[in-house]
């Protein structure tokens, strides 16, 4: 039996279990229990919202098994950043603590008192939602390829200086094969100009160095220690070698994944048209804007979203302007990856950038802008279908005239 007005949910969201608070429309709590993040306990959760007839639900994430079965099960889930919970807070409580308790009964009055102000959360479809798990899966592998790549070279400038000054990136795949056959100072005193001319064209070093450029690197550097000791650090750098290349593989599976996902998406020539977007930008573009249309109704909503927008603050006669940063943070990542290389390939986007660097702005500040720019374009694009055309961009046309 439903309740007699519409309650409001708040749940405070936990790794194993959830505190859930229901409030009717005084504010009073009707009902305060904790859940279990499994099926049974989600199923459960879900009849009990319905017997207490509630109408919305308030939790900090926007993703994740709880928020799809109360989405796939028909209840308005609205978001409310974490951010905006921590500030929150002190509208409760003077001392402003985190309590489990006090933030779920916090979520469930703040979507009574300001649920109007709030957009509830649209799904986005099943298409897009696995294209941005494989995504944002690749960007957190790179991210460990990089902090290995990073250890590897802390441990080199001790145990072999010469393994890093050979090859420009260390973590490249000929810098890795080079470590792998020559992992200690004992093993590359065997190397002469000769020996590592015919290593490099065994492994097909693809670089436009001569061999005997890269052995001067080689030879001018600090030498590394020998003998016992050499041999355990040898150990060291092969195990962090082949960590670093076991990451690059997993890497390129998920790259693989991405480009079938993207070509078999219905808006993934939308985005692969962009200037040097190429397949992973693409990629991640649609996978954090999504192909609900109702989530961006204007430009403008796209980039605050993204955060590409200053934010203007004003208290009495003080107003600042400041860089927005409560934003949402993989889709600003996405856009400014995006608009930082278009525009070596878009005159236009160039165009705006050098302006922007010439009126004293720095190059992130620069990027922004660039940003902001496209998601005029990249809006009209996205609500058309459309691939873009830079025939038909005015701002391109205008800049071609000139």
């Known amino acids: 039996m439903h309740h007699p007005t519409p309650c409001f949910a708040g749940i405070d969201w936990a790794m194993r279990s959830h505190v859930v608070c229901v409030i009717d429309a005084a504010g009073e709590t009707v009902e305060r229990f904790e859940v279990a993040h499994d099926a049974p306990g989600l199923s459960a959760l879900g009849r009990r919202f319905e017997r207490l007839g509630v109408a919305q639900v308030a939790i900090e994430r926007p ?5 799809d079965h109360l989405v796939a099960s028909g209840f308005e889930v609205v978001v409310v950043p974490s951010r905006s919970v921590k500030v929150l ?10 309590s489990d308790g006090a933030d779920a009964y916090m979520l469930a009055d703040v979507l009574r008192t300001d649920g109007h102000r709030l957009r509830a959360l649209t799904p986005d479809s099943a298409a897009t939602q696995a294209l941005r ?28 200086p010469g393994g890093t000054r050979v090859f420009a990136e260390t973590g490249s795949p000929i810098a890795l094969r080079f470590l792998r056959r020559f992992p200690t100072q004992v093993k590359a005193d065997w190397l002469s100009p000769a020996r590592l001319a015919a290593w490099l064209s065994a492994n ?13 690197r080689l030879d001018s550097a600090p030498d590394g220690p020998r003998g016992e000791e050499a041999e355990l650090l040898g150990v060291v750098t092969l195990a962090l070698v082949r960590a670093i290349e076991d990451m690059r593989e997993r890497i390129a599976e998920l790259e693989a994944r991405i480009a079938e ?13 962009l200037p040097r977007a190429g397949t992973v ?18 430009p403008e909503s796209l980039a605050a979203l993204a955060g590409v927008v200053p934010s203007t603050r004003a208290s009495g006669q003080h107003t600042a302007v400041v860089h927005r940063h409560i934003c949402n943070k993989p889709l600003k990542t996405a856009l400014c990856d995006f608009a930082q290389d278009s525009r070596f390939d878009s005159p236009w986007a160039a165009d705006i950038y050098n302006r922007a660097r010439a009126s004293g702005k720095r190059h992130p500040h620069a990027v922004r802008i660039v940003a902001r720019s496209w998601c005029q374009v990249i809006w009209r694009c996205w609500q058309d279908e459309v691939p873009y055309d830079p025939v038909r961009h005015v701002g391109a046309q205008r800049l071609r005239a000139a």
């Open 89 to 98: 807070r002190t509208r409760y409580s003077l001392a402003g603590n985190k």
């Open 63 to 67: 993703d994740g098994p709880v928020v």
């Open 281 to 298: 930008r693409a990629a991640a573009l649609l996978a954090e804007i999504g192909d609900c249309k109702e989530r961006f109704p204007t």
């Open 133 to 160: 798990a494989v995504v944002r899966a690749r960007k957190d592998l790179v991210a460990h390829r990089v902090a290995l790549v990073q250890q590897l070279e802390a441990h080199l400038e001790r145990a072999f």
């Open 204 to 216: 097909a070093y693809s670089g436009r160095k001569d061999p005997g450029v890269l052995f001067g």
């Open 261 to 273: 996902r993207l070509v078999l998406h219905p808006l993934g020539h939308v985005f692969t048209s």
